[in-house]
């Protein structure tokens, strides 16, 4: 008898956090590493939200509360998404989590039986993926093409739903590519999903990114195209928007108050509930005339800086990079580098586990950070499935303007380092 469960062995992992002691590693060795791995705005979180938590604090709002989440920020979401979405959301549809991330699995867990087919993006946020076989339900990758700036359209979504299709997952603005949904997509996207999966599928529609855009972007969500806000699940939440990642303050509206009640039992079961100090924090970050002001200086930044990474990683012999139009990401092809590195041979050579725990972008990946001090991460942290022969690196650009700078220098230098990269490889102590 085996002391662990077969599933703990089926269950993956977020990159972002896995290279955090190889990060250490770097840095306890007296070097400086430029992070461009973690999706973490490197803006503090904005003082009248902070005094907000504190006021909560001193005034003992620190016990149990209700494990749906406390009334006054449903309602605040309820009205947020209803006055931003066209529809009318009432609180007891409405549950908060800690952060947007517990939905992703809960979701699964709740609509998802043993061989129901779950659809997702790939690149996408990688627990998406993670959760699908650990549940027992199959993948369904819906690949993102280059060639086609990293979207999809209804034809290809339409291929792959099913009758056992129970959860497409949505995310736009996108991680990692930063794509954004046009009102065109996101109308033919929802047509095809009222013609043709079942009436008991769900969209998850994943718009934590939502105020991170770029360029004039506007953010279409799906809940608002008519006839879908009666099988859409909207997540968001105050990490991005608010650089308040360690808050862990998410939430959801359900199509129906009765699926809400069975989230707030899983809370009940999983968390008990979400601190109350937090959620008014959130509760005023949604409803205070100060946040949009400090959101639209955080976003000029972080376009000032895609402006310039993108720009500097397109001047690297071998590096393509599109334009993003949200996030605070950049997701160049970097195949061109791995070939002149001789990274896809030196892939294909290497021994079991590592070749499968590898690929040739995680080859460089690993060089950038051992080597040149830059934390990245491949394409294989935003989906495995299907992800061989794609050699990409997401780069994040949440960080300071002058480190990013010095990051894409670095980045070039490695580029075209070959004898340091095949001193690398061979020495074989990090490769995936």
Same mark, same amino acid.
């Given at each position: ?369 051992? +080597?040149?001090?830059? /934390?990245?991460? *491949? %394409?294989?942290? !935003?989906?495995?499935?299907?992800? =061989? #022969? &794609? ?18 220098? +670095?980045?070039?230098? /490695?580029?075209? *380092? %070959?004898?340091? !990269?095949?001193?690398?490889?061979? =020495? #074989? &102590?990090?490769?995936?």
């Amino acid at each position: 008898m085996s002391l662990y469960a077969d599933r703990v062995h089926l269950i993956a992992t977020e990159n972002a956090f896995k290279i955090g002691p190889y990060i250490k590693e770097v840095e306890d060795a007296g070097n400086k590493v430029v992070r461009c791995n973690l999706g973490e705005p490197d803006f503090p979180l904005p003082k009248h939200i902070r005094d907000e938590v504190k006021r909560q604090l001193d005034a003992d709002n620190v016990h149990y509360n209700d494990p749906q989440g406390v009334l006054p920020l449903r309602e605040a979401v309820a009205r947020d998404v209803s006055e931003k979405r066209g529809i009318k959301v009432t609180p007891d549809r409405v549950v908060v989590f800690p952060g947007a991330k517990p939905p992703i699995g809960l979701c699964q867990q709740t609509y998802c039986n043993p061989g129901d087919e779950i659809i997702y993006p790939s690149p996408g946020f990688p627990i998406y993926e993670s959760f699908i076989t650990y549940l027992s339900a199959k993948p369904m990758p819906l690949h993102l093409r280059e060639e086609a700036g990293f979207s999809f359209t209804g034809k290809e979504l339409e291929r792959l739903i099913t009758p056992r299709t129970k959860l497409i997952f949505l995310n736009f603005p996108s991680n990692p590519t930063g794509g954004v949904a046009s009102r065109e997509q996101i109308e033919e996207i929802a047509g095809v999903i009222r013609s043709k999966a079942q009436p008991d599928v769900r969209v998850y529609s994943d718009e934590v990114y939502e105020n991170i855009l770029f360029d004039g972007s506007v953010h279409r969500s799906i809940i608002s195209v008519p006839g879908m806000e009666a099988i859409t699940v909207l997540v968001s939440g105050v990490s991005k928007s608010y650089s308040w990642t360690g808050g862990r303050v998410g939430w959801a509206v359900f199509p129906t108050a009765e699926e809400a009640a069975i989230y707030k039992n899983l809370n009940i079961n999983y968390f008990s509930c979400i601190p109350a100090y937090n959620q008014m924090g959130a509760k005023l970050a949604l409803e205070s005339p100060e946040s949009g002001p400090e959101i639209r200086r955080m976003v000029t930044a972080f376009q000032e800086r895609r402006d310039v990474v993108v720009k500097r990683l397109n001047s690297i012999p071998g590096v393509t990079c599109q334009t993003p139009k949200g996030a605070f990401y950049v997701f160049p092809n970097v195949g061109k580098v791995c070939e002149a590195l001789g990274a896809v041979e030196m892939h294909a050579k290497l021994p079991e586990p590592a070749r499968t725990l590898s690929s040739p972008a995680t080859l460089f990946q690993l060089f950038l950070l051992f +080597r040149y001090h830059v /934390a990245t991460l *491949d %394409r294989k942290s !935003f989906g495995r499935i299907g992800s =061989e #022969g &794609k050699h990409f690196l997401r780069v994040s650009i949440a960080t300071a303007m002058d480190d990013l700078k010095a990051g894409m220098e +670095r980045f070039a230098e /490695a580029a075209s *380092d %070959r004898n340091g !990269f095949a001193a690398f490889v061979k =020495e #074989g &102590k990090r490769l995936y």
